[in-house]
T-cell receptor, first 117, second 115 residues
Framework: AQKVTQAQTEISVVEKEDVTLDCVYE???????LFWYKQPPSGELVFLIR??????QNEISGRYSWNFQKSTSSFNFTITASQVVDSAVYFC??????????????FGKGTHLIIQP | DAGVTQSPTHLIKTRGQQVTLRCSPK?????VSWYQQALGQGPQFIFQ???????QRGNFPDRFSGHQFPNYSSELNVNALLLGDSALYLC??????????????FGPGTRLTVL
């Protein structure tokens, strides 16, 4: 069975601070995919990044960066110089492929990020 | 390029009733997945449809059923509604031949309230 744990229920920081959202996953599969999604108050999930289990390179996209470590089963997300527009709920998710198409994703419970001006 | 669309946006039903939610996938996509997101929780996978058949199912009772049409659009049906079925229902579409990328695009959701 797969499981995703986001231990931080809510994080509140002041604008321009750096913030890291933690994600720990569990799976017995050797091939899997990790995702981060952003959910603003409107409700629609916005795709941020996908990582394959065989690609442990960290990635940076503007103010966003992701740290994937298979040794600790973690896929953490850092926002540098946070902005009020970053306020949202962020979900980490785990995906598989059981042969023929992408399987349904397993999501964590999400971290509510509040950026105060 | 139209994204994933869902209808209706909001819905209010009473316990015991039946409801149908609709989803049109992103243009060119052939696979549709449905998720239930209770308040304050992450989305939970209900089931996935491909080639008009249920390909995979999460841990949901038979009261939850679905259908996929030849144009790849999909419906989610919930019978004998319970108060606990109140949630945001999200539809996601993907392309089976691109399974390697495992990219699912989500719609805005349907907010179902059961009274």
């Amino acid at each position: 069975a797969q499981k995703v744990t986001q231990a931080q229920t809510e994080i509140s920081v002041v604008e321009k601070e750096d913030v890291t959202l933690d994600c720990v996953y569990e799976t017995r599969d050797t091939t899997y995919y990790l995702f981060w999604y952003k959910q603003p108050p409107s409700g629609e999930l916005v795709f941020l990044i996908r990582r394959n289990s065989f690609d442990e390179q960290n990635e940076i996209s503007g103010r966003y960066s992701w740290n994937f470590q298979k040794s600790t089963s973690s896929f953490n997300f850092t926002i540098t110089a946070s902005q009020v527009v970053d306020s949202a709920v962020y979900f980490c998710a785990l995906g598989m492929n059981s042969g023929g198409g992408a399987d349904g994703l397993t999501f964590g419970k999400g971290t509510h990020l509040i950026i105060q001006p | 390029d139209a994204g994933v669309t869902q209808s209706p946006t909001h819905l209010i039903k009473t316990r015991g009733q039946q409801v149908t939610l609709r989803c049109s996938p992103k243009s060119g996509h052939d696979t549709v997945s449905w998720y239930q997101q209770a308040l304050g929780q992450g989305p939970q996978f209900i089931f996935q449809y491909y080639e008009e058949e249920e390909r995979q199912r999460g841990n949901f009772p038979d009261r939850f059923s679905g259908h996929q049409f030849p144009n790849y659009s999909s419906e989610l049906n919930v019978n004998a509604l319970l108060l606990g079925d109140s949630a945001l229902y999200l539809c996601a579409s993907s392309l089976v031949k691109d399974w390697y990328y495992n990219e699912q695009f989500f719609g805005p959701g349907t907010r179902l309230t059961v009274l």
